[in-house]
């Protein structure tokens, strides 16, 4: 039955449901316990599991997310919180010569399956080292697996499947989603890995997207409606894997594409689905695809600055109207 | 500063001169596991200068009473995590030589079935979980390990091996921190062969006694010389038993030498001839087999244990030799368990 939840408690049902269902998962990471989650995530899990199961750490990301990965490696299934992705630089040689490597150095005798999760990308106003949208890092390295839901039902059954996959799934979450509500229904929800899902129909232009952005997308999609513009707005939901089929579908279908992610425009997400949207759908395209992203700077701290710096409706809406009217200019000639 | 004999070894761990039967079978197959490391290295590092072998080997030969004696102090349902130098560590916990030298050829009959090579020797059956390849950063990972065992209360304890070099890295302190913090039953073992890579102690640690890092964690520590294997299965017994009927860590220093140099592209001019003549004279295999003869252990059974350990060297390498490459097909598996996430 669909009730209306937020964000961070649809993410809190699932961890809670996924322990309830299996003893080998437990929760760990600095505040989740006590403290209730930096950003109540965690609310109420440690007087319902106790501290066996959910564990404070002291301030040691590479030290914590090594831990997991040893336990991960001989059976156990470690939700791993970092209190933000930032964070996660300090171990990221866990990440990328553990968690990735594990199953590939013992040539397959081990898994690791283990989630990292925490916010990602911006907030408001944390500054250049608060703000990173760490995904694209992540994203590029075979062995991980990289989710970023935006809306709470996704964000439920995607951490129930990254919980119950045998690899090691990078979970992105937001700061200014977890208080975002959403219909989210009761009980055993799955939403694959890997499968992205058109949350706005349209004709003219494709928006690919995920997390936060894909809120921005909608915005912009609104707007751009009144202009007579149909924008079909496709949310990943998994980086990686990457619904190559949903994009090339959707891109054959309105021939335009632009692309809406946090992060900056060197490489990255966003890169990928353009190298794949015109190898795979190059005959269907009629402009270029674009990419909004953040600027090619570290964040400000300005308000107005930081404003400026990450993409907003008014960005992804200019870039639209680019690609059509290219579009339709080619198309006249 | 020359390797010295400071270090103070306490009462209980002096040998005695003669060795009841059992004891000197014990030592008799401690004898043939470190003779069976160092041939099967000396063959491995033929068949690398042959270009058999590619990419890095890093040679145990002269550290194997570390592995061996530690391993001989525990189960065989018990864990072992170690660096690069893993050959040696691997053996003791029971990988076939065959497996060894296949996956040294990068051969599909490997332990990691080609994949992993010298620094990632993976035996799950026996517990041995690598083979890491960058310095310090398993020790969390092993800390990981035996944290699993606390969660299940399997009874299991995990020993983590690495080198003096390894003592500055973050890996190391947030490693020892969380294992102290949450009583982990692992032993933690520096296997100090004085060099880190090429450069000797005194220019990487303020404090050359690894062991007061103990100190500051909470733990307990031991710190001895290497040269008995016997001693070093005692001493890692007792840190063992700690890590089993407590659930307590402890931190370990073994001071040891490497015969050979870094990796087989080290030709070791950072140390003098002298100073390496003078460490293998030290030899622990040469030791236990002098403590063998001179306790009377029969010839004949000597004879035969160094024949078993060369025809089982030369069965690894001709089994090596002839084994297929690894197919493609093994990338993708690999990679993911289940199907590929592009």
């Known amino acids: 039955m669909p009730r209306v939840i937020r964000f961070r408690e649809a993410l809190r049902e699932a961890m809670i449901e996924e322990m309830e269902r299996d003893d080998r998962v437990f929760l760990m990471g600095e505040e989740v316990g006590y403290y209730q989650g930096a950003y109540k995530v965690t609310e109420g899990m440690l007087e319902k599991f106790g501290p066996r199961r959910v564990i404070d750490t002291p301030i040691a990301e590479g030290g914590f997310a090594g831990i997991g990965i040893g336990a991960a490696m001989v059976g156990l299934r470690p939700i791993i919180e970092f209190m933000t992705w930032n964070f996660s630089a300090v171990a990221f040689d866990q990440i990328l010569n553990g968690a990735a490597k594990i199953r590939q150095i013992s040539g397959g005798q081990l898994n690791c399956p283990i989630v990292f999760r925490g916010p990602n990308a911006s907030a408001k106003q944390v500054g250049s080292q608060h703000s990173q949208a760490m995904e694209h890092f992540y994203a590029t390295v075979p062995g991980l697996k990289v989710v970023a839901p935006a809306f709470p039902a996704d964000a439920k059954g995607l951490m129930k499947s990254a919980i119950r996959d045998n690899n090691p799934v990078l979970f992105m979450e937001s700061e200014t989603l977890y208080s975002i509500k959403g219909d989210v229904p009761e009980g055993d929800i799955i939403v694959p890995l890997g499968k992205a899902q058109i949350i706005r129909p349209g004709t003219d232009c494709t928006i690919v997207t995920y997390s936060r952005m894909a809120h921005v997308a909608m915005e912009a999609a609104m707007t751009l409606e009144k202009e007579g513009i149909s924008v079909e707005i496709l949310d990943l939901r998994s980086l990686r894997p990457l619904d190559e089929d949903a994009i090339v579908q959707s891109v054959r279908k309105t021939h335009r594409c632009v692309v809406v992610h946090e992060g900056w425009p060197y490489g990255g997400v966003g890169a990928e689905v353009a190298d794949r949207a015109q190898r795979l759908a190059f005959d269907w395209l009629d402009a270029p695809i674009l990419r909004v992203t953040t600027f090619d700077v570290p964040m400000p701290y300005n308000a107005k600055l930081e404003e400026l710096c990450t993409p907003q409706p008014e960005r992804v809406i200019g870039a639209v109207r680019r690609v059509v009217s290219r579009g339709r200019a080619a198309r006249s000639t | ?342």
Request: aromatic share 8%; net charge negative; glycine share 10%.
């Open chain 2, 1 to 342: 500063m020359p390797p010295t004999d400071a270090i103070q070894k306490s009462p209980e761990s002096i040998i005695p001169l003669t060795r009841p039967g059992s004891e000197l079978d014990h030592l008799a197959d401690l004898y043939r596991q470190m003779l069976l490391i160092r041939r099967l290295e000396e063959e491995a590092a033929r068949a690398y200068a042959q270009g058999k072998i590619g990419g890095f080997l890093h040679l145990y030969i002269g550290q194997e009473a570390v592995g061996v004696g530690a391993i001989a102090a525990i189960k065989h349902e018990d864990y072992v995590v170690t660096t690069y130098r893993d050959h040696g560590i691997a053996i003791a916990k029971g990988m076939t030589p065959r497996a060894l030298m296949a996956e040294l050829y990068g051969k599909a009959t490997g332990c990691s079935g080609g994949l992993g090579g010298s620094m990632h020797m993976f035996d799950t059956k026996n517990g041995m979980l690598g083979g890491h390849g960058i310095v310090g950063g398993h020790i969390p990972l092993a800390a990981g390990v035996a944290f699993a065992s606390k969660y299940r209360a399997d009874g299991a304890v995990t020993l983590c091996f690495f080198g003096e070099g390894a003592v500055s890295i973050a890996g190391f302190h947030e490693g020892l921190s969380l294992a102290a913090l949450w009583k982990l039953p692992i032993v933690f073992i520096c296997e100090n062969n004085e060099y880190s890579m090429g450069t000797p102690l005194e220019r990487t640690m303020n404090v050359e006694d690894v062991t007061l890092k103990a100190l500051g964690y909470g733990i307990d520590r031991n710190r001895f010389f290497a040269d008995d294997v016997l001693e070093v299965e005692q001493r890692i017994g007792t840190a063992v038993a700690r890590a089993r009927e407590l659930s307590l860590p402890t931190l370990v220093e073994i001071r040891t030498y490497r015969f050979r140099g870094h990796s087989m592209s080290d030709p070791a001019k950072y140390r003098t001839q002298d100073e390496l003549e003078k460490h293998k004279k030290r030899d622990p295999i040469l030791r236990a087999r002098a403590e063998l003869t001179k306790n009377g252990y029969d010839e004949a059974r000597l004879d035969a244990l160094e024949n078993g350990v060369s025809a089982e060297v030369s069965d690894a390498v001709k089994f090596a030799e002839e084994s297929p490459e690894p197919d493609a097909s093994i990338l993708e598996p690999t990679t993911y368990d289940g199907p590929f996430a592009a």
